[in-house]
């Protein structure tokens, strides 16, 4: 006859098990309690960035004229900020400004490639001016892709211009970062028409922009959502209302910004001028913004705002420039061109040489 097993040892190994899916349920509860309480740091972590963003960053970066520091600062920030999405609400708002900050990036380098094949060009160097025409358009590509993310995280934000109605601007920031939207939905465009790609920017963007502008103080604004408003009207065929002059109304826009201290009207003006072909325009444009810089400075909280409408006529001046004489517009002769006095162009060019 066999002996029974020890029911002692059977008793201790059936309560071994007991305490082992105690301790499997107590580490699990342990565990799952780290993870909620990770959740709700993070998620906290990301509302107080979202909040200093906009309260904060937003505000000082607007008072600096660092632009290159401003453009690696969104180009570095921006996965950061945005993967707050993933524990709290979408930081749409703050995205607008990052992805227009960025997509703005992706352009300047779009802008500096078409000059170098302008140069190209001009010292008939075919091959350089095709590989520098390709990254200009690559370039380009990003910047639109860019500027669309931030259009549709204004359209998250705000409401679909095109569907919705005015919204309720809390603060100026809130108006601000509306009229950055509507920018960057103009400029996803842009971009897109340069690149010679397909991003899926729908191609009524230009309409929806100019009406939404109506949502903003022109006066408050310096000119700008008149300016950007009018040169639709002059760029897009048909969007010219019965009566309207969007030159007129540029012109109006363009006194505004000089009076403010924020000419980005200028630079929708040098757009609509260069739309139309009308150089004689384009250089006066050119020479008003270098004028009215030199007349007065930046509003003290909109510094960044006129730097880049600087920028951007800058840019245009020096395009001229190196199409017509191969080289950049010379250190501190913005408003100048190379054909004005024969003699002076000369002796400032051998002052850049020495």
């Known amino acids: 006859m066999t002996k029974s097993r020890n029911p002692v040892r059977r ?13 499997g349920l107590l ?20 509302d107080v960035m979202q909040g200093f963003s906009k309260d904060h960053t937003v505000p000082y970066l607007m008072q600096r004229d660092d632009l290159a520091m401003s453009c690696a600062m969104s180009e570095a920030t921006s996965p950061l900020l945005m993967s707050f999405g993933r524990v709290t609400n979408e930081p749409d708002q703050l995205a ?15 802008r500096e490639a078409g ?16 590989d520098a025409a390709i990254r200009q358009k690559r370039h380009y590509a990003l910047a639109a892709r860019r500027y669309h993310k931030a259009w549709e995280h204004h359209n998250a934000f705000y409401g679909a211009p095109d569907k919705n109605g005015c919204p309720d601007f809390d603060e100026d920031i809130d108006g601000f970062i509306y009229m950055a939207g509507l920018l960057s939905g103009l400029q996803a465009l842009n971009a897109e028409i340069q690149s010679t790609s397909s991003i899926g920017v729908p ?16 006066e408050t604004w310096w000119g700008a959502p008149m300016a950007l408003r009018a040169t639709v009207w002059a760029m897009i065929p048909g969007a010219l209302p019965n009566g309207e002059d969007p030159f007129q109304r540029l012109e109006t826009a363009d ?3 000089e009076e403010a201290g924020v000419r980005l009207s200028h630079v929708f003006h040098a757009i609509a001028a260069e739309n139309k072909g009308d150089q004689e325009r384009l250089r006066n444009i050119i020479r008003r913004h270098a004028e009215a810089i030199e007349a ?21 001046s020096d395009r001229l ?24 162009t000369e002796t400032m060019d051998l002052d850049d040489l020495l």
């Open 296 to 316: 007065m400075p930046p509003a003290e909280d909109w510094v960044m705002v006129d730097a880049i409408a600087t920028q951007v006529i800058v840019s245009i």
């Open 11 to 23: 008793s201790g190994a059936a309560l071994g098990g007991v305490r082992g899916a105690i301790a």
């Open 255 to 257: 006194r505004q910004g």
């Open 203 to 218: 191609k009524n963007i230009g309409s929806t922009v100019a009406r939404a502008t109506s949502c903003l103080d022109n």
């Open 115 to 130: 000059l170098e094949g302008l140069a190209a060009m001009h010292a008939l160097r075919a091959e350089e001016a095709q």
């Open 96 to 110: 607008v400004m990052l992805y227009l900050a960025a997509g703005g990036c992706a352009e300047e380098r779009a």
């Open 27 to 46: 580490s699990a509860a342990i565990l799952s309690g780290c993870g909620a309480i990770n959740h709700m740091m993070y998620k906290t972590t990301g």
């Open 321 to 344: 420039w190196v199409e017509n004489v191969g080289h950049r517009t010379p250190m501190g002769q913005l408003g100048t061109f190379w054909d004005d006095q024969a003699e002076a």
